[in-house]
């Protein structure tokens, strides 16, 4: 099994990506290899989120200064 991910390079030099079936959650490494690895945890979550109950999503506002 392969998973396809979209990643791009911070100001900061670190690696931000997330995974295409999961674009919500971003994780970041390093490396092109630290950030798969991240990636790969972020899949072990991911397995978690489908196979429970979906939680109740709810929204808020916070003010700007």
């Known amino acids: 099994m392969e998973l396809e991910y979209t990643y791009w390079e911070s100001k900061d030099g670190w690696l931000i990506g997330y995974l295409n079936i999961w674009p919500g959650q971003l994780t970041q490494g390093k490396t092109v290899a630290g950030l798969e690895e991240?990636?790969?945890?972020?899949?072990?979550?991911?397995?978690e989120e489908q196979e429970e109950k979906p939680a109740e999503k709810k929204t808020g506002t916070i003010k700007v200064p």
């Open 38 to 47: 991240m990636l790969l945890d972020l899949y072990e979550f991911y397995k």
